[in-house]
């Protein structure tokens, strides 16, 4: 009897733990640190598709205002002018930095970033335990975020250098240029932003407009080439093939990628959708074509047989 017990108690234990695994996985929150900083979704390949709502749900708190009201040395933010309100583009008080790339007006209207477009996974192993002055340069300190992936791409320096036909940094020749990129750009390099984290329509649309006294405005493209550069160093960008472009590669190109990375293209539209669009294009000018041909074919008639069809 008494090992009857014992086998009934050890098989309900045995079902528990089974069990166990499916009912954390329908749990509505983890409230263990360690399991969520262990979660799938911080590693590849579940990091890929994550959503912001999904990242939000436990870091909701990068999107709170927070802005200090005033510096510990007592300047007020109201009184100072931040280093990214410099630019015309800009309006508004002071945001924080997630702020500035998620929610602000601006972000919203030409840019569509995501929380994975820079955390793309990180490892708590690959962390270093130690300031970098102690250790050997096994570990990486800046694990959360690649700046070469993602922030160099809109802080980077204007290379200028590489620009046929401007003689110095934007800074220094805008006003001889019309202060308008398009001076070249109407023509030049003109498949561009066809990213996915970008508002290309946008883009072409603000680079249109004028600012208040009716005068061009080049700070929409100069904000992300160079007027907000937080690096010395340029970002290699893809040259995508563009309409009248010169069939000669110049040197400084010769290793430039002509696509933009796999995770950043925008999806390619639907070849049946394309083919459908040719065949709806052939069928909507058949019917003029086809009664063009009738009325050539067909003899006009004469006065005779006029009169005689209308007795």
């Known amino acids: 009897m008494h090992k009857e017990r014992i086998r009934r108690v050890l098989s309900l234990c045995f079902i528990v733990l089974l069990w ?59 009184d100072a002018l931040a280093w990214y309100q410099t630019l ?85 020749v805008r006003e001889m240029m019309g ?34 006294d009716g005068k061009e405005n080049s700070d929409i493209c100069f904000g992300c080439h160079g007027g907000r550069a937080w690096y010395q160093l340029e970002f290699p960008y893809p040259r995508h093939a563009w309409k009248g472009q010169d069939p000669k590669v110049p040197d400084w190109a010769k290793d430039r990628p002509t696509e933009s990375e796999e995770r950043f293209r925008l999806p390619a539209k639907p070849v049946v959708e394309k083919v459908a669009d040719k065949v709806v294009e052939k069928v909507a000018d058949k019917p003029a074509a086809a009664a063009k041909a009738d009325t050539a074919a067909k003899p006009a008639k004469s006065a005779t047989d006029a009169k005689k069809a209308s007795d």
Not at 30 to 39: K, S
Not at 55 to 67: G, M, N, R, T
Not at 123 to 128: A, I, K, L, Q, S
Not at 198 to 203: F, H, P, S, T, V
């Open 179 to 212: 202060n308008s990129c398009l001076s070249c750009h109407a023509i030049f390099r003109t498949e561009r932003h066809q990213v996915n984290y970008l508002n290309a329509d946008a883009i072409e649309a603000a680079t249109k407009e004028k600012t208040a």
């Open 88 to 172: 015309d583009v800009y309006s508004g008080d002071q945001e924080t930095f997630h702020r500035r790339h998620l929610v602000t007006p601006l972000a919203k209207k030409l840019m569509n970033l995501k929380c994975n477009f820079c955390h793309q996974g990180n490892g708590p192993r690959d962390e270093t335990p130690y300031p970098d002055t102690k250790g050997d340069g096994s570990y990486t300190l800046r694990k959360m975020v690649n700046p070469e992936e993602t922030c160099l791409r809109c802080h980077g320096q204007f290379n200028y250098k590489i620009m046929t036909g401007l003689p110095g940094h934007w800074n220094d």
């Open 20 to 78: 166990s695994p499916f009912s954390a996985s329908n749990a509505t929150e983890v409230t263990d640190y360690e399991r969520a900083r262990w979660d799938p979704i911080h590693f590849k390949p579940a990091i890929d598709n994550a959503t912001d709502e999904q990242c939000l749900a436990c870091h909701q708190e990068v999107l709170e205002p927070s802005v200090k009201p005033q510096s510990p040395a007592g300047v007020k933010a109201t």
